[in-house]
């Protein structure tokens, strides 16, 4: 909704006081993918994931807010003239559903359990942004994310 935006208002107020850990579904394609690899065993003629069960969060690291996600949306798209992003509390805008205040995952016991890798969320967004507009050259393409 920020890149369809973005290029058409001079002024984005987004909200500051919602926190989570944005996450690409690529991202979670493949740390799945992992998990799975990992997590499988073979016993007798089933495969199982007996030695691995529980309840595990995936997430990329770290913690924004739905404003410094947009701010950084804007920075990386390079989209001109760039709008202004303004943060704005939730109760100045209208919601069609309640969001949590804060809804950041831990994925510690993920990490250690599966012995993988979780990019950062502004990793992420760079390489998503990236495969959006393969003319477009960023950095981010030669990323964890990107790389293949």
Not at 36 to 58: D, E, K
Request: hydrophobic content about 40%; charged content about 20%.
């Amino acid at each position: 909704m920020i890149l369809e935006q973005a290029p058409i208002k001079r002024e984005l107020r987004v909200v500051n006081d919602q926190f989570g850990c944005p996450t690409w579904s690529r991202t979670v394609a493949r740390a799945t993918a992992q998990v799975i690899a990992r997590a499988l065993v073979r016993q007798g003629q089933a495969w199982s994931f007996s030695n691995a069960g529980g309840i595990y969060h995936l997430a990329c690291q770290g913690v924004t807010s739905r404003f410094g996600l947009a701010r950084r949306i804007v920075e990386l798209a390079e989209i001109s003239p760039e709008p202004t992003v303004i943060p704005v509390p939730t109760q100045a805008r209208s919601a069609e559903a309640d969001r949590p205040r804060f809804s950041a995952l831990c994925c510690d016991s993920t990490v250690r359990q599966f012995e993988i890798e979780l990019p950062h969320w502004e990793a992420a967004l760079e390489a998503a942004l990236c495969c959006k507009d393969r003319n477009k050259p960023h950095t981010a393409c030669t990323n964890w994310e990107a790389g293949s």
